[in-house]
């Protein structure tokens, strides 16, 4: 079946390093991949995403790849900021139709002064 | 953009009764409804999907006769969970899947059971 494995956290950082978060996937074909943000007690936003191979996702300074030779769609930032502070899930979309999305375990980014 | 609201954001209720959750989309048709459950620091695990005017598709272990759903219209979804009891205390979300905005999550609704 299909998986999405993420990095475990949290992740703690200092404001203006660089951001990586793993992502990889197990699932046939070529699945569309999203990256997910969750603030305290809110529901979920997407934050990008990528439909297929070499696809480069990017959105308020974060960039995911589709690597379909690695299975993964890491996210980066390269400088994150105190607001940044969340907990991002990598999700994925399986190729030939159907709408159920398969969640990672989410990884919690806390960004100090 | 495509809105999903979601109510109410918390609510707290005594053991046996029940609870309605409520998922409206704003502005657009959402054909497709999916309630998730997300336990603390945990990931979000499909509870059902439901389609306007057919019957809710359960995951496998989720109690349908616990779980109600009901998918009426285009706009409005909602998830009744009945004789409460605190192990179902829990955040619930629910995301709407449209063919011209995709995925679009509620804001959520902490349950607590006492």
């Known amino acids: 079946g299909n998986s999405v494995t993420q990095m475990e956290g949290p992740v703690t950082l200092s404001e203006e390093a660089f951001l990586t978060i793993n992502c990889t996937y197990t699932?046939?074909?070529?699945?569309?991949l999203f990256w997910y943000v969750q603030y305290p007690g809110e529901g979920l936003q997407l934050l990008l995403k990528?439909?297929?191979?070499?696809d480069k996702g990017s959105n308020k300074g974060f960039e995911a790849t589709y690597r379909k030779e690695t299975t993964s769609f890491h996210l980066e930032k390269g400088s994150v900021q105190v607001s940044d502070s969340a907990v991002y899930f990598c999700?994925?979309?399986?190729?030939?139709?159907?709408?159920?999305?398969?969640f990672g375990t989410g990884t919690q980014l806390k960004v100090e002064l | 953009g495509a809105v999903v609201s979601q109510h109410p954001s918390w609510v707290i209720c005594k053991s046996g009764t029940s609870v309605k959750i409520e998922c409206r989309s704003l502005?657009?048709?959402?054909?497709?409804m999916f309630w998730y459950r997300q336990f603390p620091k945990q990931s979000l695990m499909l509870m059902a999907t439901?389609?306007?005017?057919?019957?809710?598709?359960?995951e496998q272990g989720v109690e349908k006769d616990k779980f109600l759903i009901n998918h009426a219209s285009l706009t409005l979804s909602t998830l009744t969970v009945t004789s409460a009891h605190p192990e179902d205390s829990s955040f619930y979300i629910c995301?709407?899947?449209?063919?011209?905005?995709?995925?679009?999550f509620g804001s959520g609704t902490r349950l607590t059971v006492v």
């Open positions: 999700a994925l979309r399986p190729a030939g139709g159907g709408n159920k999305l398969t």
């Open positions: 699932a046939t074909g070529y699945p569309s």
């Open positions: 990528a439909t297929k191979a070499d």
């Open positions: 502005d657009f048709q959402a054909t497709t």
């Open positions: 439901s389609n306007e005017g057919s019957k809710a598709t359960y």
């Open positions: 995301s709407s899947h449209s063919p011209d905005y995709g995925y679009t």
